[in-house]
């Protein structure tokens, strides 16, 4: 089974949500918050997984569970 996850990256014109091994953006947004917001959103509406969150310098620095929409056993997240 292939993982679901998209990663928030920084992009010249704010930051992008991407697909992973994709070559273009998702989406792109002028604030972090909003690129996260609709990574979350993609993800959960394809069946929920992972959302990777990037600084400014392309490391990560942290990463979201997203459950799908109706999971009865949902994953103990404990960051968020």
């Known amino acids: 089974m292939r993982k679901n996850s998209r990663h928030v990256t920084p992009h010249p014109e704010g930051w992008a949500v991407r697909k992973p091994g994709g070559e273009r953006a998702s989406s792109v947004h002028s604030t972090q918050v909003d690129a996260e917001r609709r990574a979350k959103e993609i993800v959960a509406n394809s069946g929920g997984g992972e959302v990777v969150i990037h600084d400014r310098q392309g490391?990560?620095?942290?990463?979201?569970?997203?459950?799908?929409?109706?999971?009865p056993s949902p994953p103990k997240d404990q960051k968020h």
Request: no cysteine.
């Open 59 to 71: 490391r990560i620095r942290d990463s979201d569970t997203v459950r799908p929409g109706h999971d």
